[in-house]
């Protein structure tokens, strides 16, 4: 049976931890925090972008989300105006295409003004094999993750340097963009590059009033991200027994990190790169962490075998 | 002159960066998120630590603050309680021997109970050259940073473990933790390890109910580190100059990340090391920084000198 | 005067220092390390991928170079030939085009066969303020060095599992890649992608045979990179007085490091990002390590106010 | 059955990937790379560091060994004396202690000079929940890993530097430095420190002629690592099928490179910190690569439900 095949650490699956854990789903920051400010968030009408778009209009800015699907946008930007009662607009963008988003920038413009804040949380991504993969599907990913950040960063931050206006930029990245992964390289890849530009342009562009964050998210369940890298449903219990916070994240949760660093609060950090993850990506990486599974009896018997070792 | 000897950064220094980041003093969190929460903070009564219990005092949080002065300890314990209606408790500490470290957390569990939030934010610093260190000078600097945290965590970890309570921790290190420095090596080796303590221990004791994060701080104006780090006063500017968003930190912006970290709002972040410091890092560290000195008319010369440029 | 802009560290100059870090230009690794292995290495017609090629073919290996100019190519191919006695073959190859890679590879395996050592050396990079550069440009960059790196590591990589051949893979980026940096954004970006790229096949790709690691340079004097990162020859001093080695690196430096990661002698090594920059990264990087310009007398004066400090 | 209990991945163990990987056990440095220089290593009558000094000793050093059990160093002193025909010195040493590492270290200089090569390879490290550690057992560890190398470096340092001559420092510390690592913290801690500790040297004491490097070996199997950390023999399948190389590294391999970057051949490589581990960390520490486990079929099934997925 397939679901057993990728288990990695055995199946206790309680997750008592989470009981300590619980995620809080309120606003964190003060109302009208974003009071006139102007929000672009790409890919801001689905999953954790939306989410955040939402945060940031309750909290009084006014949001322009930008993705391709021009329907699933305008619900979303609906469905959030009339929630928290601040216009949220929608414009198509292909973050791919340089013209695309200097029109939607333009648009942008038009419709709410010089941005005060800035998402870059649009992506692509899905597992595979990387010996599967042909040129272009690598392309593809590149293409959404880094140059289209890009392409959004140079074309406002261009725009703000003309307008000696400053703006907070912040990029939704991935734990394993620190570490890289098998299975998901391009999106590696491409996700440290934005790390790097974000890091690079923090030291750059400051004297021009801009700062740049990354957060770098563990797993949460969007169906964005869930469909493409955790298809059969199999790997969502393998996550969370190695999370040591014992459960997935929540897209509220983010969304008040995201406002947080976005707002004036923040404005001493820069150049920082924050994960957030329940603790995964340090319980992966070292070393010793699967003792966890040794039992009382087992430590009580490993113990007196070191007492013994004499020597090396 | 010696001020002009230590300077990195031609003198510009008018920086004028600083007024798109201008500080909030005020606190961010909701009133109450502390409510019925007991905080330990080491260092409590002065600097930074004054600060973050000022600010988790506000919030409803009953703190005990321990260091080895009680009168200095006693005296902002005082001011604090009375600004805020909270009550500040005042412990003497001294972090690097194990026993003052028990005295000290007994003393807290009978004056306010077991905390649900620990500050390790206690140290120790001074600039040297290196070669001017005795192997004494050395270890007290390690005793009181690595082990004076070990001993904090290990003791009040224990006992949390024993009563099936969860925490958060904090510890606050410095940006030069991942790079090293000179000059500060003691101190760089020290809040090393204190970051893999934090992300060890993140991995490890999740599973009973703590969070383990990490701030990492870029130069804060307080007499404890500025009468030991820059002496003279020379060093101010040349950070100044270097620091992107153009201005030192303020402890109220600390406090507010510290707050944040400590409350639920993050319960997911764990194992993070989050780096406040204005940029400073990146900028020192990225290569090419220093052409931000360079004019418009160099610029209009390079690039033309580099399209004239034919083949490697 | 421009030259003076654009200084970091006060004008010491004379590099003590470097005295006693003589470069050593001899091969290290013993004779016939490379018989009757093939190695590809792209952008291996100049700078630091000709000194390689140079190197790897003294050492036995039989090396095909491939970039665009297929003339400088087979000047270098036929140069290094002669001199080491093992044939080079030049291949034209333009690694941002998925077809030309594919063409370069299927000569590669018609002149020599299925390669033992692949070393992903190709690379573009100018200095320029960011919001200086189009759309295009940024692509540019990150074609050649991202996609370029994917394109070859793919072609070749699935050659190879093909074949259950196993390859040593190597990848030269930059010291900047972990930092980031100003005014080489595209390039920092990009040269982060590929150290990603070869973390994750490392831990992808290891099944079948194939290891991948990464050096990172400092500054090295290739007209190629000097005459687009330091057009004016401006730069080098303030370099070199970062550089606590005292001095610039050598091609033949990094041969021999390349020599030994592609060789059997480290087989185990995988994963690996080295750093060899004769420790500019670490100096530049460490918040304190300007205080190498300050005085034994101002050190007097600095430790006798720090020792009359009280508290704090 | 407890050998199960801490299974990571699933039992594959065949680990074909080995079969690329074999190790080399000869020398790679040219005869008499080290002819006329002295070498001290810490802990070098056993382990890694007995191979170390066997291969410096091959390539012509003097060396000089130092631990705490003397009888120890002096069969191991004899028995490379023997092999090699260059003379191994037996020194006694605790590093822990100051006075016994200045005895040491006169000892040294009176048998042999001031040394050109350092290796701080000795430490103490065992397995435990973090919760068992007494502040004794903590204390402990860090005294010899991070202030034994500490005044090791220091005292030799004040003397190189006295005597206008240069050194090239190398440390052995450990991948999890890092990541941290539960259940061996207070050696993460410490490890980490040293890892900071020689970045920050290489920033200071460059100029003095000094380098300074660290490898990260993975799991090498040594009776005093073995024996403390894996005592019931259980993990070291676990690690093997998480090293993408497919087996554990040998000292011979790790002797290889200490030989290279303590030798002239490495003279620009000072602040690098060199993992060497087979992919273990990378493999680890990335969120996907657990992904090894899929079959072909799962994955043609995974690919057709992601290619069937519409919008997020
Ligand atoms: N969920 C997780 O566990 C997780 C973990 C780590 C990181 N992240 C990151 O979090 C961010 C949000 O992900 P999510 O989970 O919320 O998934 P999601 O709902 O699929 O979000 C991705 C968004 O990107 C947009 N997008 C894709 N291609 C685009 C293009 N070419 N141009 C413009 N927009 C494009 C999509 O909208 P259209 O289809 O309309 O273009 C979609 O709104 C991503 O950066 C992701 O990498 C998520
Ligand atoms: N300010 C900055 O620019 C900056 C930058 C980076 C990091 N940091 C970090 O921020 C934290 C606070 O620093 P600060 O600037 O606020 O300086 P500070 O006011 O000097 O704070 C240090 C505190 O540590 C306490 N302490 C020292 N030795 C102790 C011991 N053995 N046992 C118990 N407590 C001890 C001191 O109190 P007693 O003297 O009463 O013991 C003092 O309250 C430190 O961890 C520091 O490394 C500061
Ligand atoms: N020198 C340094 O200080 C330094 C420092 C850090 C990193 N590095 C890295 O070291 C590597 C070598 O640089 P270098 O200093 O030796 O400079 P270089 O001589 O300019 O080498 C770059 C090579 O890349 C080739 N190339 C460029 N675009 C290509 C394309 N589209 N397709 C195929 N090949 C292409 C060039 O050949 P064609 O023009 O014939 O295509 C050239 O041979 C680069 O990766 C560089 O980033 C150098
Ligand atoms: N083997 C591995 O898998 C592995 C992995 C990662 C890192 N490492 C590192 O590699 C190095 C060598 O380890 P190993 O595996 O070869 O184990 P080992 O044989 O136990 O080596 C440790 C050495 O340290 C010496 N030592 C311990 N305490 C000392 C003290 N207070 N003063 C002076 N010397 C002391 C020991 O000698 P005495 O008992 O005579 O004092 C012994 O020779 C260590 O730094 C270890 O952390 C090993």
């Known amino acids: 049976n397939f679901r057993t095949g990728v288990k990695i650490l055995s199946q206790s699956g309680d997750h008592q931890a989470a009981s300590f854990f619980k995620p809080v789903e309120e606003i964190m920051l003060p109302p ?3 009071k006139n400010k ?6 801001g009408g689905t999953g954790l972008g939306k989410r955040m778009t939402k945060t940031l209009s309750s909290l009084g ?9 021009i329907d699933v946008l305008q619900n979303s930007a609906e469905e959030i105006s009339q929630e928290t009662g601040n216009k949220v607009h929608a414009v198509q963008c292909d973050v791919r295409d340089p013209a695309s988003v200097q029109a939607a920038v333009d ?4 419709v709410a003004g010089l941005p005060d804040v800035v998402v870059n949380n649009a992506a692509g991504n899905f597992i595979s094999p990387t010996e599967a993969l042909s040129p272009n599907a690598w392309r593809t990913i ?3 993750v880094l140059n289209g950040t890009a392409y959004v960063t140079l074309d406002i931050g261009k725009r703000l340097i003309k307008e000696k206006k400053g703006a907070a930029f912040l990029a939704i990245t991935t734990i394993y963009a620190e570490s890289g992964s098998g299975f998901v390289v391009p999106s590696a890849s491409a996700k440290a590059g934005v790390d790097a530009l974000c890091k690079s342009l923090a030291g ?4 021009y009033g801009m700062r740049f964050n990354v957060i770098q998210p563990g797993p949460i369940k969007t169906k964005g991200a869930f469909s493409r890298l955790d298809p059969t449903g199999t790997f969502e219990k393998t996550m969370t027994d190695r999370i040591p916070v014992g459960r997935l994240g929540t897209s509220a949760e983010i969304a008040n990190l995201v406002a947080y660093l976005c707002s004036d609060y923040a404005s001493w950090v820069n150049g920082a790169v ?19 599974k040794v039992t009382k009896e087992q430590w009580t018997l490993m113990e007196s075998l070191i007492r013994q070792t004499k020597g090396s």
């Open 32 to 34: 009208n925090t974003f």
């Open 38 to 43: 102007v929000a672009f968030i790409t890919g």
């Open 61 to 69: 800015a006014q949001c322009v989300i930008a993705s391709r699907k």
């Open 107 to 110: 648009e942008l413009i038009r």
């Open 142 to 144: 590149t293409d959404i």
């Open 204 to 207: 750059e562009w400051g004297r």
């Open 274 to 292: 924050i994960r957030m993850d329940g603790g995964e990506y340090v319980f992966m990486a070292g070393e010793f962490n699967n003792l966890v």
